[in-house]
């Protein structure tokens, strides 16, 4: 089954480009117009990835994710912005907000394509990592009484010298929270998160936010 994109833009030939293009790369689209509607189909299909405006009737992109990231089930959801809203601030304010890439109109399809096929494979791969230790320690389904059968493999923890409070953000990050989100479970401002969440990334040599939770779940950083 083909893995699903949300697409939410309220230009009609952005959204129709975005959504052709990812469908002949084998994705299944779901074009919508405007943020209101765009809420209510993320809960109707769970889509894998969100492409999405920012300016919109209705619901701009920025409530938009933000609604998104307070459920449970799409805290770690792929988020893409694709804007013309293209300042300083406002790519802050997504990053907060817990979009994983930000993407200036005019853009080229190609590589909104290549950006959405790696944060897809980040996320499966995460997801995969999640199945593993959720089955760790626990007898494989539907195998015989005494079947020998290989346990999965756990990475061994890494050594890796985090603060205490470095430890507290990347426990709560790994939840899929934004940075305020993380500030407010802390009492730490946004700001603050966010040189921890730099310097966790030093730390482990990893890119981007998703690469870090990865991390961290394969090297046990986290419980």
């Known amino acids: 089954m083909p893995?699903?994109?949300?697409?939410?833009?309220?230009?009609?030939?952005?959204?129709?480009?975005?959504?052709?293009?990812?469908?002949?790369?084998?994705?299944?689209?779901?074009?919508?117009?405007?943020?209101?509607?765009?809420?209510?189909?993320?809960?109707?299909?769970q889509p894998h990835l969100i492409v999405t405006d920012i300016t919109m009737p209705y619901l701009d992109g920025y409530e938009f994710v933000r609604q998104v990231r307070r459920q449970p089930a799409f805290r770690l959801l792929p988020v893409i912005f694709l804007t013309e809203r293209t300042n300083t601030e406002d790519r802050i304010r997504g990053y907060q907000l817990g979009c994983d890439a930000y993407l200036p109109k005019p853009f080229e399809l190609a590589e909104l394509g290549a950006v959405v096929r790696n944060l897809l494979d980040r996320a499966q791969m995460i997801e995969s990592e999640w199945r593993v230790r959720l089955r760790s320690g626990e007898a494989p389904s539907g195998s015989a009484v005494g079947t020998a059968e290989k346990p999965p493999q756990v990475v061994s923890p890494l050594l890796i010298e985090l603060t205490c409070r470095e430890r507290d953000v990347l426990a709560v990050l790994v939840e899929g929270l934004s940075n305020g989100q993380i500030g407010d479970r802390l009492h730490l401002s946004p700001r603050t998160i966010e040189k921890y969440v730099s310097?966790?990334?030093?730390?482990?040599?990893?890119?981007?936010?998703?690469?870090?939770?990865?991390?961290?779940i394969e090297h046990q950083l986290v419980k």
Do not use: H, W
Not at 8 to 34: M, N, Q, W
Not at 204 to 215: I, K, Q, Y
């Open 3 to 45: 893995l699903t994109i949300l697409v939410a833009d309220d230009d009609l030939g952005t959204r129709l480009a975005v959504s052709d293009y990812l469908a002949i790369l084998g994705y299944e689209t779901i074009p919508v117009e405007d943020g209101q509607k765009a809420l209510a189909l993320v809960n109707q299909y």
């Open 199 to 216: 310097s966790l990334l030093r730390k482990t040599e990893t890119n981007n936010r998703a690469d870090l939770v990865r991390f961290a």
